[in-house]
């Protein structure tokens, strides 16, 4: 690989070593031995959960490609699992709050061991079905996981402050250490062991089922709802009607779906836009170090979420400014770099560029998740915590799935472009959020179906 990558590498590294050991004794918190036990089982899970699905990620377009599908069949194959979230992700949400988040975990490691199964042969009708099972598993990841610890968490009487310890703990592990980690092992068995493409996908399915496991051994069952009188019909306009009538939880909806849907375009997009012209790249190390960067951002997270100032409703509007930036860095460097018509070789000079910009994005969706996640867990009611989750998704799947539809139609600039637009506009409302709460604290109205769970802002820094 070139000296480039390795330099990009180090230099997070350092980074992000210097602000993790910098952190003082006044910036930690005393808990009780009772949440770390149950604090550390949970990051354990959710790093297997995580480790699954990262081990996928940078192979999903490289290992279609090398079955010989063209980028507009590897676009369908995309919008199969976003469609897939999108129609079954509000279904299995409300399962998860009638029937139990635990069962709903389990079904999450079943579903995606099943797709990464799929992942062995080159047709495309099992290759689809392997998107539709991936798509119903990635509602269950976002969605009941977070429920079970949000439920459990208030069930055992811990302190709410502690909630944000542990997704800053989560994302830390689960989106940054163990990110990077997935990107290293699967460069190492696709490149250095030459084990081909499909070899993450097997390894993921070794690591869900480890997690499976785990779960089953220690994790008890808590529900949302679980009243016999009330079928998912119900539940989905219960669900409805907390949105309709609460401005802060339709407002996360929209920024999260805003924000979350040109995330996952970029995960469709900068394979294409860093080598344009079959370049050769090391994938699992690039990604990699989007991890990193990743990780740098859930590490500023959870500073930012330490101190009672700046609220996370105002830093967030910030956060999306910057990522709306970072993401016009290949229409820039369109602009300001000639294309190369050369055919294979190393990353282009505008490659280089656009490494940096992706890296100041994936920074930004490090402070995202668990930034969002607190604001989550203080507008949106317990007992249909899952359903709305997944209700925020449809939106995110439709636009997903609009944009994949014409990946051929469009250049690769304007898809960026788009997604740059749709990151300003969650600017704009999460501006809106910060005025509407600035004077009225975290209370949230209720709806006629559910009363949302209260949570005081924190008033000492995080135990990082």
């Not at 859930?298 to 930012?304: D, G, K, Q, V």
């Not at 490090?366 to 997944?390: C, D, H, L, V």
Request: aromatic letters at 14%; glycine letters at 8%; proline letters at 4%.
């Amino acid at each position: 690989m070139e000296l480039f990558y390795f330099l990009l590498f180090g230099a997070l590294s350092a980074v992000v070593a210097a602000l993790e050991l910098s952190k003082r004794n006044k910036d930690r918190i005393i808990t009780s031995s009772t949440f770390t036990i149950f604090k550390n089982n949970y990051l354990l899970v959710y790093s297997l959960m995580m480790a699954g699905d990262w081990l996928q990620g940078p192979y999903v377009y490289y290992l279609y490609s090398t079955y010989g599908f063209t980028k507009g069949d590897i676009g369908q194959l995309f919008i199969a699992g976003f469609g897939s979230s999108m129609l079954f992700g509000t279904i299995v949400g409300s399962l998860a709050d009638k029937q139990g988040r635990k069962r709903a975990c389990v079904t999450y490691c079943i579903t995606y061991i099943l797709s990464c199964f799929t992942k062995h042969f080159p047709d495309y009708r099992v290759l689809m079905l392997g998107r539709v099972l991936g798509g119903i598993a990635t509602s269950l990841l976002f969605s009941a996981f977070e429920s079970w610890l949000v439920a459990e968490h208030n069930k055992r009487g811990f302190e709410q402050q502690w909630l944000s310890l542990t997704f800053s703990k989560a994302i830390f592990l689960g989106n940054g250490l163990i990110a990077i980690v997935s990107g290293l092992l699967g460069n190492l068995l696709v490149d250095t062991l030459a084990f081909g493409p499909v070899a993450p996908f097997d390894a993921a399915a070794c690591i869900l089922a480890i997690g499976m496991a785990i779960i089953l051994a220690t994790w008890g069952e808590n529900y949302g709802d679980s009243s016999d009188n009330k079928n998912l019909l119900i539940q989905f306009r219960g669900a409805a009607i907390a949105i309709a009538c609460d401005e802060k939880i339709a407002l996360l909806g929209a920024i999260q779906s805003l924000f979350e849907g040109s995330m996952y375009t970029f995960v469709f997009l900068w394979t294409p836009a860093l080598s344009p012209n079959d370049e050769e790249i090391p994938h699992g190390f690039i990604f990699a170090t989007f991890m990193l960067a990743s990780m740098l951002g859930s590490s500023i997270a959870s500073r930012l979420m330490a101190s009672s100032a700046p609220r996370v409703e105002s830093y967030m509007q910030i956060v999306f400014a910057v990522s709306a930036a970072s993401l016009l860095c290949p229409i820039v460097t369109s602009f300001l770099i000639a294309p190369s018509n050369v055919r294979g070789g190393g990353i282009s000079f505008s490659g280089y560029f656009q490494i940096f910009g992706f890296c100041t994005f994936e920074a930004c969706v490090g402070i995202f998740w668990p930034s969002i996640m607190k604001m989550r867990s203080q507008y949106i009611p317990e007992e249909a915590r899952s359903t709305i989750m997944n209700f925020f998704r449809i939106p995110l799947n439709i636009f997903v799935c609009v944009v994949l539809y014409n990946v051929n139609a469009f250049p690769i600039t304007i898809m960026f472009g788009m997604c740059s637009i749709f990151l300003g506009m969650a600017a704009v409302l999460q501006r809106r959020l910060f005025v509407i709460t600035e004077g009225g604290g975290h209370k949230s109205k209720s709806s006629p179906e559910w009363i949302p769970m209260e949570m005081d802002t924190e008033v000492e820094p995080l135990n990082d």
